[in-house]
């Protein structure tokens, strides 16, 4: 496996742990750890699916375009998640029932992705696309 696509899959997992994460924050109440765990979250996860919109859905769109949209409407789904959960964090009303549904989105998307996105990728972007892809995962 190449390192970019290992590294989206890294990802993927590294999502589920932060959740699990913000989930304890939640249950401990505690607004400061909510706060930092959110954040790191949000971020990374805004990271990551920048980085798919950028390198991988140009062109996935033009040999792929179901596979696009879903990505596409996939992505925007968890953005309007984020906005909403991330207010619902500020304002330190942030319950587990209600990021729940942001974890399972997140936990089929990512199967998806691995089975269908990352082989087409792997096989078909170049190498310059590969290490772009993971210069935007690590922010620089």
């Known amino acids: 496996m190449l390192e970019s696509i290992r590294r989206l899959h890294k990802d993927h997992i590294d999502f589920v742990i932060l959740f699990r ?11 400061s750890i909510l706060q930092a765990c959110w954040t790191k979250f949000e971020s990374r996860l805004s990271t990551h699916m920048a980085a798919e919109e950028r390198y991988l859905l ?3 769109e033009s040999r792929h375009p179901v596979e ?10 968890f953005r309007s998640l984020l906005a909403e959960l991330g207010v619902r964090a500020d304002l330190h009303l942030l319950r587990k029932t209600a990021s729940d549904e942001l974890l399972q989105l997140l936990e089929s998307h990512a199967a998806w992705e691995d089975k269908t996105i990352y082989k087409w990728a792997e096989q078909e972007l170049d190498a310059d696309t590969h290490f772009s892809i993971l210069r935007a995962l690590s922010g620089t």
């Open 21 to 31: 994460e913000l989930n304890d924050a939640v249950e401990c109440d505690d607004a």
């Open 68 to 77: 696009a949209e879903r990505l596409r409407g996939d992505h925007g789904r």
């Open 58 to 60: 140009p062109g996935l």
